[in-house]
């Protein structure tokens, strides 16, 4: 089953009734990877294993960790939940519609949740590749943990068991048309499209849904987050040196370049020689003549 190389993030969970509450629910849905990072409560609590009931084999299993980062290594493909207004115009598409991207066959991917309080910060939502928001009443949106995470995890396995039974695919984003399962399970009308998606007119385009025309390389081959993410950092550090970038823009810079090459979705030799430009590039700095650099 695909589900078992899906984990199921919490970022500094603060609650152990929502911890218990999450693993429960995921042994509900088949999903067995918990994560927590840096929490900020005590999973083997009472309260958290009484909340699990038969859950709590996924509760004792579960893996901590200090940093989001350190969560994800490994990790081919990650989305965050958020209903989180950016800078840069991101797609925020409904659980159905994004969550079976998760899925495709031999990846190993993420599903990120933030803390009960603020949610995932602009830093810590870099670190995903697209990213959800659940339609909810605009007058009361906020949903608790718990019931988020219990959302996702019920359309990650109706996804899963659809498949299995031969029922089909999901429509290839909100382009669909035309007998697509959206359609049938809401009676011909249009998804539920996001409440804080945007709407200006810098808006990406629709992201497809797997098994689709989706212009990447093969998932296999596809260069895991923690891979991805050191070559970011190095690319910060070269362009630093170089002038490219400056100390107080750098942050707004880097996370342009970081979208950029989360849609190109790499390989790992493809990495590795992007890597090999930068170290020539250091090189150089370092022994070319000046002059030679400048092109004189």
Sequence with gaps: MKLNR???????????????????????????ELWLVNPKCDRKSEAAQLMAVHGGDVLESAKEAATLPEALVGCQRAIATTSRKRDIPIKQDPPRIGIPWLLEEGVTSALIFGPEDRGLNNIELNYAQRFISIPANPKYPSLNLAQAVAICCYELYQFTMSKEDGIGERPEGRRETEGSLEEAAIGNQQPLPSLTAPTTENTLPPLPIPHSSFPISPTSETASLDVLEAYVQ??????????????????????????????????PEEVKMLRGILRQTEWALQFLPRSLIDGK
């Excluded at 707004?252 to 970081?258: A, F, G, T, V, Y």
């Design 6 to 32: 899906v984990r199921i993030i919490l970022v500094e969970p603060a609650g152990p009734l929502n911890v218990g509450s999450v693993a429960r629910v995921m042994k509900n849905m088949g999903l067995e």
């Design 234 to 267: 190095h690319l910060e550090a070269v362009l630093l040196k170089i002038g490219y970038l400056y100390p107080h823009t750098a942050n707004s810079r880097i996370e342009k370049l970081r979208r950029i090459l989360h849609r190109a979705t790499p390989t």
